[in-house]
């Protein structure tokens, strides 16, 4: 097997938790709406069911995230015009520092991969300037590639080609670090590249889906597949 020289990573839930951030900052968004006038869509349960719907749907690239925001201010009763999208957007910003948390040995373990001579880099679905930020508050200050600056999104092959290239590394010479089974370990091995699950939340893997090349709960299990260098005396 070809040696490891670039590692990519994920960043919701492979190297920081969110807390549900896109989902408050709508919630929040909300007040700005019912205060411009707007209405609710029936209980706080209806419009948490309402938000994540929207998000998934966002996610599964089915729009962008403005495009989330008007589809939800237009039903909520208003037109959504450029204000609601800019306030969603600093708001959801401003949450990084207060809801984003760094999973445990992180930045340790970014560190040694460094330490070690390993190219690191990021490739998230989503948006910037918010992946940036969570990215900077998981302890990352590396290359961060964000699904709607590239224009290509996991699973898709585009996506993994364009980490390999950030990471100067051919695919086979590289591993990608992700939670999700589809989005990011097949998508990752369907591209070339050795995929590595995180399963820190103890998930059953897919039974119809290929299995990563290793599956590792710590980031010190990480580090115990990438060797050190060896330094001649």
Do not use: C
């Amino acid at each position: 097997m070809t040696a490891v020289r670039g590692i990519g990573f994920d960043i919701d839930h492979t190297l920081a938790i969110d807390n549900r951030l896109e989902r408050v900052a709508l919630l929040r968004l909300l007040e700005f709406v019912l205060a411009r006038g707007g209405r609710t869509l029936g209980t706080l349960t209806d419009e948490i069911e309402s938000i994540d719907a929207l998000l998934a749907r966002q996610r599964n690239g089915e729009f962008s995230i403005d495009q989330a925001v008007r589809v939800f201010v237009t039903e909520h009763g208003l037109e959504p015009d450029r204000s609601f999208v800019e306030t969603f957007r600093a708001n959801a910003v401003e949450m990084v520092e207060e809801f984003v948390v760094p999973l445990p040995g992180v930045k340790r373990m970014l560190e040694t991969l460094r330490r070690r001579g390993i190219a690191v880099a990021v490739l998230s679905n989503g948006w910037n300037p918010l992946q940036a930020r969570k990215a900077i508050q998981a302890g990352f200050d590396g290359p961060v590639l964000v699904s709607s600056e590239i224009g290509e999104r996991k699973p898709e092959a585009g996506a993994f080609d364009l980490l390999a290239a950030r990471l100067g590394t051919p695919p086979d010479e590289a591993w990608y670090v992700g939670d999700d089974p589809r989005v990011d370990v097949a998508g990752a091995q369907d591209a070339g590249l050795s995929a590595i699950w995180i399963n820190w939340e103890r998930k059953e893997y897919p039974q119809e889906l290929a299995p990563p090349r290793y599956t590792i709960s710590t980031f010190d299990e990480l580090l115990e597949l990438v060797p050190a260098p060896v330094y001649a005396l």
